[in-house]
């Protein structure tokens, strides 16, 4: 019987993750009207959902530990993502002042010049697919200038992405998938080594070479410290845009007094933004693992449990910020943990945040009047990266700039 | 009123130079340094309060 138990799991967990995905508020609500904790959709890695346990977590790097491996078929702990204070906090002080704002600033007008060529592509036509037009190729975009590769290699940067964050969906067969997964992984790994082998004997302006010129406290960084670090850029900074922007123009589609706001209030997108990252949060949960027991109001997690932290719950739970069931940009309370918060504190929140700002004004700049294509439904994607795979967009040919 | 940002509280979110930045600006690595000596005109504590509520990690604080 116990196969017949198991298909039942899992249609109960494929359940839950579409509700988690499609309906985040909701579903939240529930699981922490029933208490701090819950594993009914992954018992081996439960999930934290009050504001004040995460909020504590996310800061509580000795009980909640990021040191472990396996992230997107990685076999080592990637760089910084997976290493703990205090050799965390020498890697950041290397890596933050490259995604700091000034430079955010700098390489603001390629992103610029992107998002125009994307939308020049489509926009005589009076439609797109929001999500494989823009919201895909244009993080992928910018991730190739970072790393100084030519643009041609866009679509081979996808399949890579594609496979890392979401094998199951080109593989059935989990055992494939994480096959798959694990295969492409290592030839990720080999192509960063070549890249950073050249960059070496050949320095220019990217990122490759700031990582191989750079020194830790006199020190450069190992092949494979160089590596691991690439793969964290690879892994964090693609998908999390796409979904993101997926999410805020999934909203502007069903909120037209939001579209129409920003169309007449230039820079009332940087608010808008950062509200919808808490409304919508699209990465709704990080992982952590328990590096000893730890209480949780009377629970109690044991040493080595892997144990998520619901971004999500915490961002939307009226316990401890008012109104938080509301959009609300003139909100009195701001603070989000849309990228996380403590040491952890996403690397690349700066680079998101212009990307998303410089899409959302570029469109309505270009683009005012928009709306969902007949007939179309949003078909959210099960992830704790939450996203539409297609957003199909229309609008009147000619009515553009 | 005074503005301060703790050093070790700061994880360099850039909610505070954004919200205010007649009082806080960013440094090389993203994090929010108070200009002057942080004292806040009369004119510029609804921004003060703003960048204090608008900092995940509770770094910025206000006080009389």
Not at chain 1, 121 to 126: E, H, K, S, T, V
Not at chain 1, 180 to 185: I, K, P, R, S
């Amino acid at each position: 019987m116990s196969y017949a138990g198991a298909t039942t799991d899992d249609e109960l967990r494929r359940k839950l993750a579409y509700e988690r995905s499609a309906f985040p508020r909701e579903y939240y609500a529930r699981l922490r009207a029933r208490g701090p904790i819950d594993d009914t959709e992954d018992p081996e890695e439960p999930v934290l959902v009050r504001r004040a346990d995460v909020e504590h977590a996310l800061r509580s790097w000795q009980e909640y530990s990021s040191d472990f491996a396996g992230i997107m078929g990685s076999e080592e702990p990637i760089i910084p993502l997976n290493v703990d204070p205090p050799l965390h906090a020498r890697y950041r002080k290397l890596l933050d002042p490259y995604f700091a704002p000034r430079k955010m600033v700098a390489l603001q007008p390629a992103v610029q010049q992107h998002t125009n060529d994307l939308i020049d592509a489509f926009i005589d036509r009076g439609s797109c697919d929001f999500s494989t037009e823009m919201a895909v190729p244009l993080p992928c975009s910018t991730f190739l200038s970072l790393f100084g590769l030519p643009l041609d290699e866009l679509d081979a940067l996808v399949r890579w992405k594609d496979i890392m964050i979401r094998p199951e969906h080109l593989v059935p067969d989990r055992e494939a998938a994480l096959e798959l997964q694990a295969t492409t992984a290592r030839e990720i790994y080999a192509r960063f080594q070549a890249e950073i082998e050249h960059r070496r004997a050949h320095p220019r302006d990217d990122l490759i070479t700031y990582l191989v010129q750079a020194e830790v406290e006199g020190q450069k960084l190992t092949d494979s410290e160089l590596r691991r670090i690439c793969f964290l850029m690879l892994s964090a900074g693609l998908d999390t845009v796409t979904i993101s922007l997926e999410c805020i123009f999934a909203f502007l589609v069903h909120h037209d007094d939001a579209r129409r706001m920003l169309v007449e209030e230039p820079g009332s997108e940087v608010n808008l933004i950062e509200e919808l990252l808490r409304w919508e949060t699209p990465v709704q949960t990080v992982s952590r693992r328990a590096a000893c027991p730890i209480k949780v109001d009377g629970h109690v997690i044991p040493e080595g449990q892997r144990v998520r932290l619901a971004l999500a719950s915490a961002n939307v739970d009226p316990e401890g910020l008012p109104e938080a069931d509301q959009v609300d940009v003139r909100r009195g309370d701001l603070r989000s943990f849309a990228f996380g918060g403590g040491p952890h504190r996403c690397l690349g929140s700066n680079l998101a945040r212009m990307e998303l700002r410089t899409v959302v004004r570029t469109w309505h700049d270009r683009i005012p009047e928009y709306g969902l294509a007949p007939g179309a439904e949003l078909v959210w994607n099960s992830s704790t990266l939450r996203g539409v795979d297609h957003l199909p967009l229309v609008w009147t040919p000619g009515s553009t700039r | 009123m005074r503005i301060s940002i703790d050093p070790d509280l700061c994880q360099g979110h850039g909610r505070c130079w954004e919200n205010a930045p007649e009082l806080v600006e960013d440094d090389e690595a993203g994090r929010g340094v108070v200009r002057g000596d942080g004292v806040v005109p009369p004119e510029l504590e609804e921004k003060a309060r703003q960048a204090a509520s608008a900092c995940p990690e509770r770094a910025v604080i206000l006080s009389d």
